[in-house]
């Protein structure tokens, strides 16, 4: 050990699992935003809530910050350690740990994947339905740590409507036990909510119980091809009325030339302006023919200009991939990423203004736009050209985005829909949330973390 204070937390907590070595610094230290340089003192890896606990009292009195840390998948900086922060890494806590079928409910270690946590609900019968394409990669911790969304929040929610308790571990080391799997408890502030979304700066979630559902109806996927963004909430519309709705995701011609290049089928002849892929419940006759329906009528409309449904298992997941592996195939142009969300009635209107913007903003420039259309939710990356350099880059995006960030001001919507403000969106916070609330994010803070150790530098500077 380098530096002398890893000995003092090696001897304030005998056992623990520390890495050094370079390359873990940098695996550790970043997430997928790729801007920042790993920088970390050092990566603990607790093997039980005990040593969470001793490695947070250990920072308290060494005032040493603490960067938690799950699957890194994050696309703003949250889990990026590149000041001398100790890393903590709940990976090893991965276990599930307690399912009651009374309840419903499954109670999991932090560092569990997504994809297990699937998994798990799965072999109960049972569902967890918070899903999104980094499943096999990210952590249940960081997915409440930024309350995630994902393909299926137009059906079941965020994250936050799934979480029915957490134990935290707070800035000062205090295990903390929030709402204990309770559905209804009127008793004051709801800190479990507080939590989720709060992106570590409050404490480190090491445990939470998880509400479960019934199994997803069976399922279609259909895709179809558009003409125009005008038409896209129209199209949106008419699925809706007629049909229950797992999903419905759109993206446009430039994310299929990349995924299609990545290697995902692309099913028409021709190609399309706009795509919309959907997926709606098809148990029996009447769920079949209600699609038929929406979609004729789509047709008929112009709204829609091609479609295509799955005829299988293995189909419906290539028609998946067109959409679930945009941001895979994007990762090596290392894309400038916006997360934006509206009310979905002001959708129409806000794509409008927003196209204007970025079309003008980026005429040279590759803009990929896809996203949770029906949450009201896009995603814009704007990809570098080989030409320009990461500053110059970086500069004209930081630009465009704070004109972006003041229509969504306008607009009530938010700078972060559901990967976080982190790093990356901490300059625009205040268009999404005003002055008295942010000074009211700093006093929680002061509350939950009294040294400002917890992932210092996140979501907003003290
Ligand atoms: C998605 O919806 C993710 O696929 C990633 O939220 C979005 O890469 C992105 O910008
Ligand atoms: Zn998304």
Redesign the pocket.
Known sequence: MTDPRLDTLLHACPGLRLKTDPADLEHYGRDWTRRWAPAPLAIALPGSVEEVQAVVRWANQNTVAVVPSGGRTG?SGGAVAANGELVLSLERLNKALDFNAVDRTLTVQAGMPLEAVHNAAREHGLQYPVD??ARGSCSIGGNIATNA???RVIRYGNTREWVAGLKVVAGNGELLEFNKGLIKNSSGYDFRQLMIGSEGTLGIVVEATLKLVDPPPATNVMLLALPSFEVLMQVFSAFRERMQLEAFEFFTDRAVHHVSAHGAQYPFAETYPYYVVTEYAAADEAGEAAALAAFEHCMEQGWVLDGVISASEAQAQQLWRLR?G??EA?ARYR?Y?N?VSVRISAMPAFLAEAQALIGGAYPHFDVVW???IGDGNL?I?VLKPEDTSDAEFLGQCEHVTKLLAQVLHRFHGSISA??GIGLVKKPYLSSTRDAAEIALMRGVKQAFDPLGLMNPGKVFDL
């Open positions: 696309l999104f394409a969304g994902g393909i679930e945009i941001t994007l894309p990423k997360d896809f996203g949770h995603h990356n559901e990967h």
